[in-house]
């Protein structure tokens, strides 16, 4: 293997010229990097001495700065925000070690179908601020979507509004430390007996992921009662990819239950904030 070079920047402004170099990239927790086993690469950029550990919430948003790991959002999040999706997510994911090194801006780079981040960010309507070629703010579907914005750019911090939701997420796994097959996240709010608002999304569907917003117009500014079961089934017609040895149809079956659990939450049928992860 060839000897790969660090390189170790302290300011945005010695990092990004670093990003024009042929073969050298960004390094997060690198466990996207080692996977892919660094053929292409001829030199990493750590992004430790940059200022991109920051966890900032105010009153109106949250930010996240991309050097944070998931085991740091968790964290920081446990304090601010006892009950969030991210916190449900995220300390799920993988196993401790990996949670101690998986950053936000590696994971965002990346966005595997597996990943336990990007449902949760999509629901939330998260917005990905870069630096670099593609420099500027992207809505998270869009960043997913287009691999393009990605090229010899730093994620610099992921933000999203801050407001109080009831979460659901649910992750697929045979076992406790698994990649899930797909994930569910729902988030509702209600008042009264009204449902105020709600985002559901899956992720590791075909197509990656999707915001099923037809269904989500079946619930929202209407009053907190069961739905009709066919038209939630026509308005969540989701394929799966078969995978890890699991059928496509099966996966379809598990959605269904899992995404029935979520939505009983958005009508008040069990307790709101009890998912099943
Ligand atoms: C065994 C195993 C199990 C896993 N299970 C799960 C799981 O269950 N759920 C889950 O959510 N994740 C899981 N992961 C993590 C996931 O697969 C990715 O490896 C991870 O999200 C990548 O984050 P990273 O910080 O390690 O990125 P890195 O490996 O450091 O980088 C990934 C890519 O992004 C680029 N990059 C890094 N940082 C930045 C930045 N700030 N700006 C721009 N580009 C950047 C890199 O150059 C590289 O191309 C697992 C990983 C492993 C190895």
Redesign the pocket.
Known sequence: MAELTWYEPETLEEALPLLEREGV???????????GGLKKVKGLID?DRLP?RRFQATKSFVELG??LT?AEVTENIEKTDPGHVLLKA?SC???TP?RN???V??????F?A????LGPLVALEAEVV?AGANGGIFPIDRYAKEPAL?RK????AVRFARRVWDSYYH?EVRTRF???AFTVTVLSRRSEEMIEDVRIVVTGCSGKFARLMPLENLFRGKPAKPADGREISKRADVRFPAKKGLDADYLAHCFRVALHRGLAQVTGETPAGEGDV
Do not use: E, K, N
């Open positions: 990239y960004p390094h997060g927790g690198g466990t996207f990097l080692l996977m992004l991109l991309s050097s998931y995220l994911a993988a196993s990996l090194r998986i950053t801006g590696g994971t965002v780079s990346s595997p597996w990943s336990d981040l870069t990605r750019t730093l994620v610099t992750r698994d990649y899930p």
